[in-house]
């Protein structure tokens, strides 16, 4: 069985792992962030590596989550096979500078949202096309092949919309407990309108301008909360802000 090797065990490759339980894989674990890696090991018998080096040397493909800060220069510093394919889904590393620190290696990037892949739901983004890491990503959910780099890390920053998502779901869901909903029922609320609404996108074969304009009636509430959130800025902030996280990790 083609043994996968996790670099960097914290909360994305928790998460993966999760919902890769059943893939025709066998993981090996790097060995630092120990209590996280022990609890992965005890609760599904994956292994763990000695080293870093250990790892990649007893690796058939390697996924990288290392911090987006530091893990560049901590895979320069190990050695790679030629050929061997190597995933990194850090934050702001692009391709280039991914292949120049793991030498001879196959390098690909990708991005995902983490929690969702643990339900298998979550979409990945990879680039360029690379068959084994695409049939490893389709177990996590739907995966979006970029042709170009430039194209890779404009659509990089929905990593950051996805966690963003998450905090403008609860505070929504706060705004209908704060109206005397069941908290439950104001979370079971937002996130069934939000579920529902993302299923007509992905199973209608319609404009998405056609879709928006279906669903607001002339003089309607819809127009009212959509003419008071644009009045404010509030749906170019999130293009304002997008435009931030892209800078950063373009840099
Ligand atoms: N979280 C997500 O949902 C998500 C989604 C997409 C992409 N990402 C990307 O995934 C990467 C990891 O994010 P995360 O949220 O999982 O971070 P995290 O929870 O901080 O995990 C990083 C892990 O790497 C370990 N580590 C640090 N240096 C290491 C080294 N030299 N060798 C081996 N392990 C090392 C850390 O151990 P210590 O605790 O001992 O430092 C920690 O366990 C980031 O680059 C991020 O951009 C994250």
């Not at 996280?36 to 080096?53: C, H, K, P, T, V």
């Not at 990503?137 to 919309?161: C, K, M, N, R, S």
């Not at 993302?198 to 669903?215: F, N, S, T, W, Y």
């Amino acid at each position: 069985m083609t043994t996968v090797g996790f670099l960097g065990v914290g909360g994305l490759a928790g998460l993966m792992l999760r919902g890769l339980q059943g893939a025709p894989y066998r993981f090996l674990l790097s060995p630092r962030g120990a209590e996280a890696a022990a609890r992965l090991s005890a609760d599904f018998g994956y292994e763990i590596a000695a080293s870093n080096q250990d790892l990649v040397d007893r690796s058939d493909a390697i996924f990288v989550a290392l911090p987006a800060a530091t893990g560049a220069e901590d895979l320069s510093r190990l050695t790679f096979r030629p050929g061997q394919p190597v995933l990194s889904a850090m934050a702001g590393t692009g391709l280039a500078r991914l292949a120049e620190v793991i030498g001879p290696a196959k390098a690909a990037i990708a991005m995902m949202p983490g929690y969702a892949n643990a339900y298998r739901v979550g979409p990945s983004i990879l680039h360029p096309q690379d068959d084994f890491w695409h049939a490893f990503l389709a177990h996590v959910g739907p995966i979006h092949v970029l042709d170009t780099e430039a194209q890779f890390t404009a659509a990089a920053t929905f990593g950051a919309l996805s966690g963003a998502s998450v905090w403008w779901m609860a505070h929504l869901a706060d705004w209908f407990a704060a109206k005397g909903l069941p908290p439950e029922t104001a979370r079971a609320l937002v996130a069934g309108t939000l579920r529902g609404n993302a299923e007509v996108l992905l199973q209608e074969d319609r404009p998405l301008a056609d879709i928006a304009k279906g669903v607001t009636t002339p003089g309607g509430i819809t127009l009212q909360l959509l003419d008071f959130l644009n009045g404010k800025g509030a749906l170019n902030a999130w293009h304002d802000g997008l435009d931030a996280v892209l800078k950063r990790i373009s840099a």
